[in-house]
T-cell receptor, first 113, second 107 residues
């Protein structure tokens, strides 16, 4: 079974702090994604990566950056956390093969005070 | 207008009832995903389909590409089916998500 793990389930940070969210997958997937989920808005794509050191902006990249130094690890960085970044953050990975699906991590619920 | 519309937004039913959740989309797609999210946040993929119909246990998913519509059916519903069900059309690897249907099955 594919396993996607995220570094924290719950995180509380202060405004202005630099925040790192880490995601690791164990199935050698090329593609990895970071989403945020907010009530009434559904999941929205922040960034995705289709290979090591490659990244592409999603629909809401402002205030975020990402890093993919190794194939199995995709990090989301909030350079200076703000209260409007309080949200549930979900990581996913995907092989890209036909009829394959995305596999999601358990999510990190981030509260920025 | 949202690119992905799900209906109903909330659904409460008695155990054993037949459940239908609908999804209409306006984006171009290569496939459509149905996802399940339980309280606590974890998301599990139920189906990915690009045409016709797929069945897995008590779950059935259908898609009509011409009409840009998909349905998720649950037969003989059970309280453990209580969750949020999310429709997500995809173009290649990029998904666009509906806001979900919250399903509650009462024993």
């Amino acid at each position: 079974d594919v396993k996607v793990t995220q570094s924290s389930r719950y995180l509380v940070k202060r405004t202005g702090e630099k925040v790192f969210l880490e995601c690791v997958q164990d199935m050698d997937h090329e593609n990895m994604f970071w989403y945020r989920q907010d009530p009434g808005l559904g999941l929205r794509l922040i960034y995705f990566s289709y290979d090591v050191k490659m990244k592409e902006k999603g629909d809401i990249p402002e205030g975020y950056s990402v890093s993919r130094e190794k194939k199995e690890r995709f990090s989301l960085i909030l350079e200076s956390a703000s209260t409007n970044q309080t949200s549930m953050y979900l990581c996913a990975s995907y092989s890209g093969a036909y009829e394959e699906t995305q596999y999601f991590g358990p999510g990190t619920r981030l509260l920025v005070l | 207008k949202n690119e992905v519309e799900q209906s109903p937004q909330n659904l409460t039913a008695q155990e054993g009832e037949f459940i239908t959740i609908n999804c209409s989309y306006s984006v171009g797609i290569s496939a459509l995903h149905w996802l399940q999210q339980h309280p606590g946040g974890g998301i599990v993929s139920l189906f990915m389909l690009s045409s016709g119909k797929k069945k897995h246990g008590r779950l059935i998913a259908t898609i009509n590409i011409q009409e840009k519509h998909s349905s998720l059916h649950i037969t003989a519903s059970h309280p453990r089916d209580s969750a949020v069900y999310i429709c997500a059309p995809s173009e290649n690897e990029k998904l666009t998500f509906g806001t979900g249907t919250r399903l509650t099955i009462i024993p």
